[in-house]
């Protein structure tokens, strides 16, 4: 067969193969804004969400939560085998990761179980990963930098942002242990920014 349509026929069967389904979560201050964007722009079919959650943190934003993450996992659900990759900044992991801090006046944890389930068995090559700041310190550095964009309802104090990475880690721990098709992957981000990328792309494989 000849070369010129070799390269056709593996350029379709890499556009054919299985979309990827990429989540990044992590504390605030580890650099998902700027991964989540390296890899929309980067990888190849590529749509990227960036979810804030719901600001309601009473009994009754159970149920917001509840029915926006249900909603989300129907409409993936909806794009399995579209040759199109999907990457998420944030998603109903966040939800449990506050829930857990006592952050809300509800527990999320039974809801989060059925949705971990169903996220689980979605068809697609997941990837779940975790930014974390092996040296805590480097948090405070990162939310008081000039420039950083604060969001209402936000607060961004070092000791916040610890809190949620050692709930974060337990959690894709926990992942790890009861998911092995989905790769839990941990990525430090108190490196330069190139070899994270390059960290990036090694993990997702592109």
Known sequence: MPYAILVIVKKVVDIMANSKLIVVEG???????????????????????????TSDSTKQGYYKAKNMYESLLNYLATLENNSINLVFDRTFFT??????????????????????ERFSKLDFEIYYITLYLKDEQVFSKRLNREGKALFKGSEYAVENSISQQRVYLEMAEEIKEKYPNIPSINIDTDKPLELVEEELRDKIGY
């Open 95 to 116: 939800e449990e990761n506050y829930c857990r801090l006592g952050k809300k006046e509800y527990s999320f944890t039974d809801e989060y179980t059925k949705l971990l």
């Open 27 to 53: 504390a605030q201050g580890t650099s998902k804004t700027t991964c989540t964007d390296y890899i929309r722009h980067t990888l190849s079919y590529t749509n990227l969400y960036r979810l804030a959650g």
